[in-house]
């Protein structure tokens, strides 16, 4: 009886929808393992298909492709270390979240997954079947349990495993990056550890998909929940993960224990990394920005460089005579700092024709928001008429302050495709630009430094469609605003709620039609990075048309 047994973990980078280029990624997971002598080979979850492919994988044609090629890689991979793959399986009108292992040429055994998320990002309920509890399957000598993702995070599912012989445990995941999730996944693998007494070798896939971000971190835990092995955060890795054999049993042979980064640092990389997927999975080389001189859209410029490169991020000024002078200084400068190219494009006169054209239409009318939004909407058609000629992705720059209470124009500051800081409230914004200018790393491609000016930091927010315009004029402040929204929106919270951390009732009440009254503008904004559980898309589904409000 073989007393080690090696895994080659492929914490690696799908695309939705690339099954060729997905299979060639395995292929070459797998050759690295049959190099290192591996005796499994293994990948995350929907590997083939990449996560989350939602009701892509519904598709017959698609479902049946992926089924096709790990077939094929089944044959490929046949001389070497078994392959285990996540693929969607389907059996007659059933179609299941399957991980399949590939030995001899062919798909050997079968794992269904049984418990199926439907909370948050996910609704596999809808999408997949249910499939039973199962036993351990066998590579060489060895049987191995594997949990597919959630299963993980019930125990009826290990505790059967090891009932049917198990001998360790290796769990697949498509699992999406929040603040809290790291933390979540390892007390939950303890526990699944402590339970069953196996060793347990935890495998996330990395990479941006539309709004989420998978963040890697795999790692190996022993009996008692002792960590063996940490895998880096968000990259790429193809790594040799051991396992000896005592007389109790397997044990994971100590290995690299990777620096796990802080809060701030991980929801940049974050942002970062989500950006930078979205763009080359989509077919984007370089966006554009609107750059106003404020908070928000020098952190979004910063973001972009680092995800992109300065040379392939274009930062545009559009200025109308409400623009002051230290906003005209502080938009340049910072797009200077970052090297990005700089567009100078007053709409003084645009708005000017556009006005004179409406005109015979407001006689008599008094000048209100429409006026100032025709600036904004001026702004969002420029940059749109660039995006197109260009062939450069529009970025829209508003905060999660600003969406959550609609704060912004529809059709003009809100034009883009992409929205990297949506999930960030403005307080944060603030904090991540401090981070960030004191603060370099090896994956930012832009330039290392005070990128962005301290007064763009310090100076009071403005929109600057009118004069002397603060945002305190419309809104709460901010580290209030943030706090109600946080307790609204992230926790779900009520106006008793609000008011129970010390806030004005009829503020709070405020805030709350603000949010509700801007479902339909969040309804047909860009996408952007989730960082917590209460993003703004699939972690929250309001309807558009809402009477409901809380009673008084």
Same mark, same amino acid.
């Given at each position: 009886?073989?007393?080690?047994?090696?895994?080659?973990?492929?914490?690696? !980078?799908?695309?939705?929808?690339?099954?060729? =280029?997905?299979?060639?990624?395995?292929?070459?997971?797998?050759?690295?393992?049959? &190099?290192?002598?591996? @005796? %499994?080979?293994?990948?995350?979850?929907?590997?083939?298909?990449?996560?989350?492919? $939602? @009701?892509?994988? #519904?598709?017959?044609?698609?479902?049946?492709?992926?089924?096709?090629?790990?077939?094929?890689?089944?044959?490929?991979?046949?001389?070497?270390?078994?392959?285990?793959?996540?693929?969607?399986?389907?059996?007659?009108?059933?179609?299941?979240?399957?991980?399949?292992?590939?030995?001899?040429?062919?798909?050997?055994?079968?794992?269904?997954?049984?418990?199926?998320?439907?909370?948050?990002?996910?609704?596999?309920?809808?999408?997949?079947?249910?499939?039973?509890?199962?036993?351990?399957?066998?590579?060489?000598?060895?049987?191995?349990?594997?949990?597919?993702?959630?299963?993980?995070?019930?125990?009826?599912?290990?505790?059967?495993?090891?009932?049917?012989?198990?001998?360790?445990?290796?769990?697949?995941?498509?699992?999406?990056?929040?603040?809290?999730?790291?933390?979540?996944?390892?007390? +939950?693998?303890?526990?699944?550890?402590?339970?069953?007494?196996?060793?347990?070798?935890?495998?996330?896939?990395?990479?941006? $998909?539309?709004?989420?971000?998978?963040?890697?971190?795999?790692?190996?835990? *022993?009996?008692?929940?002792?960590?063996?092995?940490?895998?880096?955060?968000?990259?790429?890795?193809?790594?040799?993960? /051991?396992?000896?054999? =005592?007389?109790?049993?397997?044990?994971?042979?100590?290995? $690299?224990?990777?620096?796990?980064?802080?809060?701030?640092?991980? &929801?940049?990389?974050? #942002?970062?990394?989500?950006?930078?997927?979205?763009?080359?999975?989509?077919?984007?080389?370089?966006?554009?920005?609107?750059?106003?001189?404020?908070?928000?859209?020098?952190?979004?410029?910063?973001?972009?460089?680092?995800?992109?490169?300065?040379?392939?991020?274009?930062?545009?000024?559009?200025?109308?005579?409400?623009?002051?002078?230290?906003?005209?200084?502080?938009?340049?400068?910072?797009?200077?700092?970052?090297?990005?190219?700089?567009?100078?494009?007053?709409?003084? /006169?645009?708005?000017?024709?556009?006005?004179?054209?409406?005109?015979?239409?407001?006689? =008599?009318?008094?000048?209100? +928001?429409?006026?100032?939004?025709?600036?904004?909407?001026?702004?969002?058609?420029?940059?749109?008429? #660039?995006?197109?000629?260009?062939?450069?992705?529009?970025?829209?720059?508003?905060?999660?302050?600003?969406?959550?209470?609609?704060?912004?124009?529809?059709?003009? &500051?809100?034009?883009?495709?992409? *929205?990297?800081?949506? /999930?960030?409230?403005?307080?944060?914004?603030?904090?991540?630009?401090?981070?960030? !200018?004191?603060?370099?790393?090896?994956?930012?491609?832009?330039?290392?430094?005070?990128?962005?000016? &301290?007064?763009?930091?310090?100076?009071?927010?403005?929109?600057?469609?009118?004069?002397?315009?603060?945002?305190?004029?419309?809104?709460?402040?901010?580290?209030?605003?943030?706090?109600?929204?946080?307790?609204?929106?992230?926790? *779900?919270?009520?106006?008793?709620?609000?008011?129970?951390?010390?806030?004005?009732?009829?503020?709070?009440?405020?805030?709350?039609?603000?949010?509700?009254?801007?479902?339909?503008?969040?309804?047909?904004?860009?996408?952007?990075?989730?960082?917590?559980?209460?993003?703004?898309? %699939?972690?929250?589904?309001?309807?558009?048309?809402?009477?409901?409000?809380?009673?008084?």
């Amino acid at each position: 009886m073989a007393d080690t047994f090696r895994i080659t973990l492929g914490q690696m !980078n799908p695309t939705v929808g690339d099954i060729p =280029g997905n299979a060639a990624k395995a292929r070459a997971a797998w050759a690295a393992g049959r &190099d290192a002598g591996a @005796d %499994l080979v293994a990948l995350p979850e929907m590997f083939i298909t990449g996560y989350n492919a $939602q @009701d892509l994988v #519904m598709k017959a044609a698609f479902h049946t492709a992926a089924m096709q090629a790990v077939e094929a890689l089944a044959q490929e991979c046949a001389d070497g270390p078994a392959l285990a793959i996540g693929c969607p399986w389907a059996e007659g009108a059933e179609l299941f979240n399957a991980y399949l292992i590939c030995k001899n040429g062919r798909i050997a055994s079968r794992v269904l997954k049984h418990h199926l998320p439907n909370d948050t990002v996910f609704d596999e309920v809808r999408i997949f079947d249910a499939g039973p509890l199962g036993g351990p399957y066998s590579v060489g000598n060895t049987r191995v349990g594997t949990p597919i993702c959630e299963d993980a995070w019930h125990s009826d599912v290990t505790e059967t495993l090891e009932e049917t012989g198990a001998e360790f445990f290796l769990v697949p995941n498509g699992s999406p990056y929040d603040r809290t999730k790291f933390e979540t996944r390892l007390n +939950l693998m303890v526990a699944r550890v402590v339970e069953t007494g196996l060793p347990l070798i935890y495998l996330n896939m990395v990479g941006g $998909q539309d709004d989420q971000v998978f963040d890697g971190g795999s790692f190996a835990l *022993n009996p008692g929940g002792a960590l063996a092995v940490q895998l880096p955060v968000f990259d790429e890795v193809i790594a040799h993960v /051991d396992l000896a054999r =005592g007389p109790e049993g397997w044990r994971v042979v100590e290995g $690299q224990k990777a620096h796990h980064p802080g809060e701030w640092e991980q &929801d940049y990389r974050v #942002m970062v990394t989500a950006l930078r997927d979205y763009c080359a999975k989509t077919g984007f080389k370089q966006v554009l920005l609107g750059m106003s001189g404020g908070v928000d859209s020098a952190l979004v410029a910063t973001i972009a460089a680092d995800a992109l490169g300065p040379d392939n991020v274009r930062c545009v000024m559009l200025p109308s005579e409400y623009t002051s002078s230290h906003s005209l200084e502080d938009a340049e400068a910072c797009a200077k700092a970052l090297g990005c190219r700089y567009d100078y494009v007053p709409i003084s /006169d645009t708005r000017a024709a556009v006005t004179d054209t409406l005109a015979p239409l407001f006689e =008599g009318l008094e000048a209100d +928001l429409t006026e100032e939004n025709i600036q904004s909407r001026i702004r969002g058609l420029l940059l749109m008429a #660039m995006s197109n000629k260009f062939g450069e992705m529009l970025l829209t720059t508003g905060n999660k302050s600003e969406v959550a209470v609609g704060y912004a124009t529809i059709y003009g &500051d809100m034009a883009g495709g992409y *929205n990297p800081i949506k /999930d960030l409230y403005k307080t944060r914004v603030f904090e991540t630009c401090r981070w960030r !200018n004191a603060n370099h790393r090896d994956w930012m491609m832009g330039n290392a430094g005070e990128v962005i000016p &301290d007064r763009i930091i310090t100076k009071p927010p403005s929109a600057e469609l009118r004069e002397d315009q603060k945002d305190s004029d419309s809104l709460p402040d901010y580290p209030d605003l943030d706090a109600m929204l946080e307790i609204l929106v992230d926790r *779900n919270g009520s106006i008793a709620d609000c008011v129970a951390a010390g806030f004005d009732a009829d503020t709070a009440r405020k805030i709350e039609r603000l949010i509700y009254l801007s479902e339909y503008k969040r309804f047909q904004s860009a996408p952007g990075a989730r960082l917590t559980k209460g993003a703004f898309w %699939l972690d929250r589904r309001y309807p558009i048309v809402n009477q409901w409000r809380e009673p008084s």
